[in-house]
């Protein structure tokens, strides 16, 4: 198998209209709040951090899958714990093995995915020589649904072509809890941290995270509340923690497409629940419901000397994967991120 192909060739939908109108649906249901004005002044308040750009042209959706995808296990080939890692082309493992899933919810299926779904992570690997590090990828969809072939796949194959290993992380949706989620991307940053030599990752710091909308929201849950050394015991006291989990699960950046660090729709503002946060790259529309809370954020973490670029879209909404041009922005800030670490 072509490596970077295995998404095209063995994802799992579950009925285009149906995945878009749930995504659509639960959005909605959750941004009773204005939209910001399509305003592209520059910022006097944060003129290093902060940059207004007005694109050409708006995104369009033009042909994009907004499908939930839930992967077929008949294309997973093991766990992260057993599988022997093969760095030449791509793999979908489970993140956990079958009978011990950190959970405090009880397992009957999760909106659109069936009964018996498992997590799992899969990789598109770099294409060229030089791996210049690994990203962790974790798709929008209200915790819902997960859209990872109008957010995750998009921009893995442009990651993949700067030279970046990237990890597709298919977590946990509703009736699941946000911190079970938070647990199986913790999972997933050590099972990468783990085989950094296997990948030929330049250091172990070489991880980062992109997370779109409530897959950001994901991002900074794992961040602030499941890195380091924290055990999946802190939310599963009954869980028998494996080798794996004594590999630290911290991530050096993280970028947050139209995304905050915070709950479903609701931003944190306080500064004492943002400790710990890492680097953060910002990339969010003035149309977008939720400019408000995303400006409001930059402004808190900014007072807390969090290094963080800001890019604001003159006029763009919620919702463009992988357009926008940030990709190679963030690129660049992820090698000064893993620079300074």
């Not at 995945?19 to 592209?40: E, F, I, P, Q």
């Not at 493992?93 to 018996?116: K, M």
């Not at 194959?157 to 009736?175: I, K, N």
């Not at 950001?216 to 599963?236: R, V």
């Amino acid at each position: 198998m072509r490596k970077g192909k295995m998404h095209a060739m063995t994802r799992r939908t579950f009925g285009r209209s149906a995945g878009l109108l749930a995504t659509v649906a639960a959005v909605s249901a959750c941004t009773n709040r204005r939209g910001g004005t399509d305003d592209t002044t520059a910022s006097a308040d944060l003129p290093a951090v902060r940059q207004y750009v007005r694109l050409g042209s708006s995104p369009t959706f033009s042909g994009v899958d907004f499908d939930h995808v839930s992967p077929d296990p008949a294309t997973v080939e093991g766990t992260v714990a057993t599988a022997v890692v093969e760095p030449t082309r791509s793999q979908r493992l489970f993140l956990w093995e079958q009978e011990s899933v950190p959970s405090t919810t009880a397992a009957n299926g999760s909106g659109y995915d069936p009964a018996g779904f498992r997590p799992t992570v899969t990789s598109v690997l770099a294409v060229g020589d030089t791996v210049r590090g690994a990203v962790l990828l974790c798709a929008g969809g209200a915790f819902a649904v997960r859209g990872d072939n109008s957010d995750c796949y998009p921009t893995a194959t442009q990651m993949s072509a700067l030279g970046y290993h990237c990890f597709v992380v298919d977590y946990r949706v509703r009736p699941y809890t946000q911190a079970e989620a938070g647990v199986d991307l913790a999972r997933a940053i050590r099972f990468v941290r783990a085989h950094t030599e296997d990948y030929g990752l330049p250091s172990l710091q070489h991880i980062a995270l992109i997370g779109y909308s409530a897959g950001g929201i994901l991002c900074g849950e794992t961040i602030l509340n499941w890195s380091g050394a924290t055990s999946p015991t802190e939310l599963d006291a009954d869980y028998a923690p494996d080798t794996l989990d004594a590999v630290s699960a911290d991530a050096v950046a993280t970028a947050m497409i139209y995304s905050f660090y915070g709950r479903l729709s609701v931003a944190e503002l306080n500064p004492d629940r943002l400790v710990g946060a890492v680097p953060t790259y910002y990339c969010y529309g003035t149309k977008d419901p939720f400019y408000d809370q995303f400006e409001a954020q930059v402004e808190v973490l900014g007072e807390r000397d969090v290094t963080l670029r800001d890019r604001v879209l003159g006029g763009w909404p919620h919702g463009f994967g992988a357009e926008g041009g940030w990709i190679e922005e963030y690129a660049d800030f992820m090698q000064q991120a893993f620079t300074a670490a």
